[in-house]
């Protein structure tokens, strides 16, 4: 084994969190065994989760060697970038490591102006702040119909609605009105909005949601 692949908090599988516990294990192990550990921070990265980093919100026990990033760096233009350690960095030498979406003028000019942007207090500030008062909005939800919803997952602006049974008819519901969520892992509706959603945007799509 050269390397294990982890999303910190799984994006498509349903908006799970990694437990600390489980990552540390892994770190020490992939230590053990001479491998190196990778977490994909395509979905969870870049703002999401109310640092610039996911991997942030964690101890540095369990900190990556290799971190990788792509959607949201350039804000819609295709781009793909990695982040090493100095160990790892030391070991790539030119031309041993190539990407299709990597290095061109434009897209590397887009990223360096969207993380300019991403990473400053006001806009990390927004995603806890605007984060928490998702969550307590659905927790809310979820006392109302708990035979309906039955967990609440994820941080910052990356969170899941555990529901009972399948939710597609009330993504369909919630977009006759406005609102586009969409379905994750199994029965999970995910909410990935923008960064920069404000507070009445946030209650106008909760209400959305309560309707359907």
């Known amino acids: 084994t050269c390397a294990a692949i ?10 799970f969190e990694a437990r600390v516990e489980f990552l540390e294990a892994l ?16 979905q969870c990265g870049l703002g999401r989760t109310g ?29 793909g970038g990695i982040m ?8 790539i030498g030119i031309g041993d490591h190539g990407t299709t979406f990597g290095g061109n003028p434009l897209a590397s000019r887009a990223g360096i102006y969207v993380l300019s942007r991403i990473n400053t207090p006001e806009l990390l500030d927004n995603v806890n702040t605007i984060g928490a008062y998702l969550r307590t909005s659905f927790e809310e939800l979820s006392a109302k119909h708990p035979s309906l ?14 529901f009972s ?14 609102l586009l969520v969409i379905t994750a892992g199994n029965n999970t509706v995910r909410i990935i909005p923008p960064l920069i ?10 209400k959305i949601l309560e309707e359907a």
């Open 27 to 42: 770190k020490v192990r992939c230590q053990e065994v001479g491998a190196l550990l990778i977490y994909d921070e395509i």
């Open 149 to 162: 919803i039955t967990e609440i997952r994820g941080r910052g602006l990356i969170l899941g609605i555990q």
């Open 6 to 15: 982890i999303e910190p908090i799984q994006g498509e599988g349903g908006v």
């Open 51 to 79: 640092k610039l980093w996911a991997h942030q919100n964690l101890p540095k026990s369990c900190h990556p060697d290799i971190l990788t990033m792509a959607k949201p760096m350039a804000n819609g233009i295709p781009i």
């Open 165 to 178: 049974r399948d939710p597609t008819p009330l993504v369909q519901l919630a977009r006759e009105r406005g």
């Open 84 to 91: 090493v350690t100095n160990r790892v960095a030391d070991l």
């Open 197 to 206: 959603l404000t507070k009445d945007q946030a209650s106008h799509g909760v």
